[in-house]
């Protein structure tokens, strides 16, 4: 369904896609000043990060096969209205459990509209080249709005409270709003196309199971029973939902799918640049400010060279996916970030000039996996199947970012607990403990010497936690990147193009 307007509809469903993203990672500059303002536990703390990617991965697969049937326009329209009142109610939260409400249904909202954003091109864009390009145009805004979260955050708190940056969602999505029935063709869905709720609820209490057991495990003095029952309920119902799906006759999820390697190294590609994206700059930009002692805005500029490498590397990868193959293009890019990764492991502590190359690095070659892995699945799955093709991709961003807040947050935790040691004598709250944001809380009804103290400890323990996080993605996206050339080479497809 070609039209005219197919550059402003692809201007519409990026700047969508920009809130989506740009609200996974906007928070991570706002966090100490927001977990200070509200109370927050470092659990809590966590769980305002992770409602929003977790509660959006369970619902996904459900709204991109309701987009298939009846019609990803008005899953679109419908998206926007409900990430708007989100928005208003995250920003006012008065409280962390409120405010972990609101980012909840924030996700519901992003989940109705995310799918439909990639559907909606595949279908308007019907030139091979020009769908390229805005395949290569959405992978950058989706990666660039994850990496420029931070940078927004900083700018806006710089001037604002933390709220705003909720708040800047509303003028946007009303403009959205206005605009889309004018210019976004209503592309009818099928209604034959089988839709249920309940997979996607199976799938939620999957992951959530999952991830609490991540968390439980992660605490200084985790409770064994709860982690393992945790883990055994979200394992087994995640086993629950593969199994419902490969019994149906018209599944949310084609999991045969999964059998043509390209498909599988997009998927693969997605979820792992996302853990590494999402990991990397949760614990960068709570670095540079709990212990360099940067302002919101000093982190903002920090960050920046990550962002806008990541934000280049999609169209440019997108004019080149279609000629080296988006298999070769997502293991090539993984090692590039892995090879960022390895020179901030020895270049955080300096400079902004030594951090330069390095941090230019990951964001380019997690931008550019991103741009390969859209175009791996988008263009390896029937027509007929684009919305749960793009549901299956958004789903391996959602998990992976989940997944990296879980795993490298809990593995942060776990290190600074074991490393915050105090000089013998000096006493502290128990809660210093549990992360630097809460010793920095205590230090400030200390004495002054005291003070110091406490907060060298915490600064050195955190620097321990910071440090295990960066190892760790660079061996999970040395193995994935490794996993993906070995399959795409044994199938043959490594040096061909994707059709």
Request: aromatic share 8%; hydrophobic share 60%; net charge neutral.
């Amino acid at each position: 369904m070609p039209t005219h307007n197919r550059w402003l509809v692809l201007l519409i469903v990026s700047t969508a896609l920009f809130l989506i993203t740009i609200d996974v990672t906007v928070l991570y500059t706002a966090l100490p000043r927001l977990t200070h303002d509200l109370g927050a536990t470092n659990a809590q703390k966590l769980w305002i990060v992770n409602a929003y990617p977790l509660v959006m991965a369970g619902l996904l697969m459900s709204t991109g096969t309701l987009g298939d049937r009846i019609g990803h326009r008005r899953m679109f329209l419908a998206g926007l209205a409900v990430f708007g009142i989100a928005s208003l109610a995250a920003a006012y939260a008065p409280n962390p459990q409120l405010l972990i409400a609101a980012r909840a249904l924030l996700a519901v909202g992003a989940a109705a509209m995310m799918p439909a954003t990639l559907s909606i091109i595949r279908i308007v864009f019907t030139d091979d080249r020009e769908r390229n390009l805005a395949i290569g145009v959405w992978a950058a805004v989706a990666s660039g709005g994850a990496a420029f979260g931070p940078v927004v955050g900083g700018v806006l708190l710089e001037y604002f409270w933390w709220g705003s940056v909720f708040l800047i969602n509303v003028p946007v999505v009303l403009l959205a709003l206005a605009l889309t029935p004018k210019l976004v063709p209503a592309i009818p869905g099928n209604p034959d196309r089988t839709w249920q709720i309940s997979g996607g609820l199976v799938v939620m209490v999957g992951l959530v199971g999952t991830i609490y057991a991540i968390k439980e495990f992660g605490k200084l003095e985790p409770s064994m029973l709860t982690a393992i029952i945790a883990g055994v309920v979200g394992l087994g119902f995640l086993v629950w939902f593969v199994r419902m799906q490969r019994a149906m006759a018209a599944p949310m999820v084609d999991f045969a799918l999964f059998r043509h390697p390209v498909f599988r190294a997009g998927a693969i590609g997605a979820a792992i640049s996302m853990f590494v994206m999402i990991g990397v700059l949760l614990v960068f930009t709570q670095r540079v400010q709990l212990v360099s002692g940067m302002t919101p805005l000093q982190a903002a500029f920090a960050i920046m060279p990550l962002s806008l490498a990541s934000l280049f590397a999609g169209p440019l990868t997108g004019l080149v996916a279609q000629r080296l193959g988006h298999a070769r293009v997502v293991w090539l890019a993984l090692l590039v970030a892995a090879l960022g990764l390895l020179g901030l492991i020895f270049t955080y502590d300096g400079s902004m000039l030594a951090r330069f190359v390095p941090l230019v690095a990951i964001g380019f070659g997690l931008g550019a996996t991103m741009t390969g892995a859209s175009g791996a699945i988008m263009l390896n799955a029937p027509e007929q199947q684009a919305g749960m093709a793009a549901s299956i991709e958004e789903v391996s961003y959602e998990i992976g970012s989940t997944a990296g807040v879980a795993m490298l947050g809990s593995l942060m935790t776990w290190m600074y607990a074991r490393s915050f040691i105090l000089p013998d004598g000096v006493e502290t709250p128990a809660l210093a403990r549990d992360g630097i944001d809460q010793a920095i809380l205590a230090a400030e009804s200390m004495a002054p010497d005291l003070a110091s103290r406490v907060l060298s400890a915490a600064q050195f323990a955190f620097d321990q936690g910071f440090v295990a996080t960066l190892w760790l993605s660079v061996i999970a996206i040395t193995i994935a990147a490794v996993a993906i050339a070995v399959s795409a080479r044994n199938a043959g497809t490594a040096g061909h193009r994707s059709h």
